[in-house]
Every structure is written in C-alpha cells, then in structure tokens.
C-alpha cells in the first residue's frame, strides 16, 4: 500500500480546502530553523518518511519548541535517530497546534467499491481505540457528517468533562 508523506497528505488536504497549519519541510538544521522564525514560535518539528509510521512512539516529534536554536538541536537529535529502515527522511516543521482530540483521515481504494474516505480516532489513540468509518468517495457534505456521526467514539469530540469540543 502506498502512502503519501505527511507533507503531500497536507498539500492535497490544503489544495482541497481545508485549513492546515503553516507547515513547511527542511532538509537541514540551519533551514528548519529559519522556516520556523518565517511562520513564528512556538513550533512542532518531525522526522518524516516513506517508511516512519508512528513517529511518537519512536520519539520523532519534537513539541513547544521556541527558538531557532531550540530547532536546531530538535533536527540534529531527530536526524541522528533516522535509520537506515526509515529510507529517505524529511523535516517537518509546523506551527504549534494544541488540542485534545485528534482525528485520522486517509484515502483508500477497495478493489470491490474503489475509492473510499476513511475517518477515525487518531493521534496516540488510532490503534488503540481502532474506530473507524468509511465512505465512498466523492464526499458529500452529508456523507462527511454521517462519517463523524458512525464514529463510535464520536462523544469524545464533543464537550465532555468541562472541555470544549
């Protein structure tokens, strides 16, 4: 199965017309650095590739970082825990985005329906809590709603707990 890398997810998400925060890749410490001051502290940055599935568990998400040289030392730990596995590797540095809830969204094609939209709990959860919904695709404004609505888990999008949603 192939998949797209997180920097071409967002651009076709973004070109689609959905609202992604400011995001750009680098190659080197320096670049990370200076895509980081462009788009404004606080940032993420994230060791990227064909083959990093789940980069928190591997420790290739650095959170909250402040400074071009807060940048700097994050790329230069991230690029010395790149494998030989992980096949080529890119940054990813982003504007820092706080939230609670995290969704996953992906394309599929099923060899009996073709294209679908998958929609799920994501983040940390996403295994976990394995709860997904899928429609055919194109997406209607009433298929993306039942979408969220068949998620089981779909009260933790909502307020609960003195949370917003």
């Known amino acids: 199965m192939t998949t797209l890398s997180e920097a071409d997810s967002r651009t076709l998400v973004a070109?689609?017309?959905?609202?992604?925060?400011w995001w750009a890749t680098a190659d080197t410490a320096d670049n990370a650095a200076v895509a980081a001051e462009e788009m404004g502290f606080p940032v993420v940055v994230k060791l990227c590739g064909d083959a990093i599935a789940h980069k928190s568990e591997r420790g290739l998400v650095r959170l909250s970082l402040?400074?071009?040289?807060d940048?700097?030392?994050?790329?230069?730990d991230l690029l010395d825990a790149a494998t030989?596995?992980?096949g080529d590797v890119e940054l990813l540095v982003s504007t820092m985005v706080r939230g609670d809830r995290e969704l996953i969204a992906g394309l599929v094609r099923d060899p009996q329906f073709g294209p679908?939209?998958?929609?799920g709990v994501g983040g940390?959860?996403?295994e976990?809590?394995?709860?997904?919904?899928?429609?055919?695709?194109?997406?209607?404004?009433?298929?993306?709603?039942?979408?969220?609505?068949?998620l089981g888990s779909q009260?933790?999008?909502?307020?609960?707990r003195g949370q917003p949603a």
């Open 66 to 69: 402040t400074s071009a040289d």
């Open 116 to 119: 679908c939209v998958m929609l």
């Open 128 to 150: 976990a809590v394995a709860d997904v919904a899928f429609r055919l695709a194109p997406l209607e404004r009433l298929d993306a709603h039942e979408l969220i609505d068949d």
């Open 155 to 160: 009260t933790l999008l909502g307020p609960f």
């Open 124 to 126: 940390v959860l996403a």
């Open 15 to 21: 070109e689609a017309g959905v609202i992604v925060s």
């Open 71 to 76: 940048v700097r030392a994050a790329v230069t």
């Open 84 to 86: 030989e596995s992980d």
